[in-house]
């Protein structure tokens, strides 16, 4: 069986040789360009006034505040997520009920919105002139240019990344594995645990890895309800912002170089699942008999 | 554990999946139901295993009302058309699964499940397959595994829906007659659904014919085949010809030849079915007989097929075997007498 690299074109999808090169190398430019350029000036920068600078800016005070408050935020909204999304992936792939369309737009909805929307969402809600403000300040709550705010909009923003990448997993594998988990005496919880869930898990972790990124790399909507109050309600890409403001770019750069690289982690880590995933497709093909 | 189904009625939307069923399954028997895909039979099998919920009517267990019987406590052992293996699991691991679940009081212990699965594997005579995943066993493994993981919880009755529809025709032919085999062995009070009537003839102690939501006929395999309740029955268990006519003195007239309609009011429409194999023919003339021309010879394996056009009529099918054929030494554009040697008149549709 040919592997996945070994694939047989057939001569009437192909092109010229000259279409294919020429479309290959302007591809790359624009990598090269739009994507490699720039990392390579974030490390560059951050790292251009030495070593001992850019730990500096690193382990100031501000800095380690808005790495942990980026970390909670994270911490906080990937889990409720991931809660979230299996639920919903769950409901919508192995049910039929009234209004799933309503609810499958719904769970769209935060990739439709702009962040900035999102986040104003919230200030008018919870803000001091808001709907609630008045009552939430009677009881001494403070959620804008606070930390609640902050993971609400963040909760927001990576809603629909778990749900999205099971939705279409779940609804492919159908719902006969559960009927037969059933049959066989299994509870609701059991069937769960023992059926449903091996049979996504890289799925969930892809959505986890993906929902982990956009929160911690959030910035309009946590901008907007946050403050930017040095020390407590900054977030990393928020206090990037505030030091490239101050003109500060060894800090900034370092700060962003952190952003830089968890992004570089991230897709290592996607790569990875995805790799696994495919392993394992492949393995249980080649072992088939049929 | 014999089962019975009273005035069991499904409607989904607008659709009538099932229309007011009656039917007793006997303790240990191996029923089919049988019928043409959307005549209700899987969702007959789903309602008796709890897999659905029925608008009205009962389900009885050995007497026991289990209509309302959740699914999971109502020990039926049930086996999907396409397996529905769990495939994350090794073919040891879905066996015992249905063990492995129990609440802890009733749960065997490790070396009890290990001797119970690997004597079921041995039952489907797979034991040597335990630890491979189910991606990697042929179609008609991954069934015989299916029916294994079933029968590891002892259910009071098996249900399989198109057990073998998934497979090609020649493992199909093999593990039906496995399975009959098994049944012979165990004993378990069965249901299976099928489209397939030589499966059910073949397989099953009594035939449930279904169409359109309702039970046509419920018989053994010889009663449905030879005595058919409804036109229904007769044309869906195996090949017809069908003439339509009128009934004039007990007689329906089909292109010249007089066929017996007794019992049948005068003037009756009559519509006339007979089996291409249940046709002789003849180069002499008789007045049982239908006069026609040969347009075509198929030869299908061990049987001949012919195609006679009959005036007014349309064309006819003529089985006959391989001997008969090369004796009668027929020809294509020969004219021909078609002696029907049984045909079943039914009037009053």
Known sequence: MAGATNVHRSIVTTEAPWVRYTLTAIALLLIGLFLVVPLFTVFYEALKKGWALYFEAMIEPDALSAIKLTLIAAAISVPLNLVFGVAAAWAIAKFDFRGKSVLITLIDLPFAVSPVVAGLIYVLMFGAQGWWGPWLMDHDIKIIFAIPGIVLATVFVTFPFIARELIPLMEAQGSEEEQAAMTLGASGFQTFWRVTLPNIKWGLLYGVILANARAMGEFGAVSVVSGHIRGETNTLPLHVEILYNEYNFVGAFACASLLALLALVTLAAKSFVEWRAEQQEAAARRDAVE | ?349
């Open chain 2, 1 to 349: 554990m014999s089962i019975e189904i009273k005035n069991i009625s499904k409607q989904f939307g607008d659709f009538k999946a099932l229309d007011n069923i009656n039917l007793e399954v006997a303790s240990g028997e191996l029923l089919a139901l049988l019928g043409p895909s959307g005549c209700g039979k899987t969702s007959l099998l789903r309602v008796i295993a709890g897999l659905e919920t029925p608008d009205n009517g009962q389900i009885l267990f050995h007497g026991e009302d289990t209509t309302d019987t959740h699914v999971r406590e109502r020990q039926v052992g049930f086996v999907f058309q396409h397996y529905a293996l769990f495939r994350h699991m090794t073919v040891f691991e879905n066996v015992a699964f249905g063990l492995r679940v129990r609440p802890k009081k009733t749960r065997p212990s490790d070396a009890e499940i290990r001797k119970k699965v690997h004597r079921l594997l041995e039952l489907v005579q797979l034991d040597w397959l335990a630890d491979r995943f189910p991606a990697q066993l042929s179609g008609g493994q991954r069934q015989r595994i299916a029916l294994a993981r079933a029968l590891a919880v002892e259910p009071r009755v098996l249900l399989l829906d198109e057990p073998f529809g998934a497979l090609d025709t020649k493992v199909r032919k093999e593990l039906r007659r496995w399975l009959r085999r098994l049944h012979d062995e165990i004993h378990v009070t069965s249901v299976f659904v099928t489209h397939d009537q030589e499966e059910a003839l073949e397989v099953a102690d009594r035939v449930v014919v279904m169409n359109k939501g309702q039970i046509e006929q419920i018989g053994t395999p010889s009663q449905v085949y030879d005595t058919p309740a409804s036109p229904f029955v007769y044309q869906f268990l195996g090949d017809i010809n069908l003439f339509h006519s009128r009934v004039h003195d007990g007689w329906a007239e089909v292109a010249g030849a007089r066929i017996a309609a007794t019992d049948s009011p005068d003037a009756a429409k009559a519509t006339i079915y007979v089996r291409p194999h249940e046709i002789d023919l003849s180069r002499v003339a008789s007045e049982a007989a239908i006069a026609g021309k040969i347009t075509h010879v198929r030869l299908l394996g061990s049987t001949v097929r012919l195609e006679v056009d009959v005036a007014d009529h349309d064309a006819v099918e003529v089985e006959l075997t391989r001997e008969r054929y090369a004796e009668g030494e027929w020809k294509v554009g020969e004219a021909v007498w078609l002696n029907p040697r049984d045909a079943k008149v039914y009037t009053g549709l």
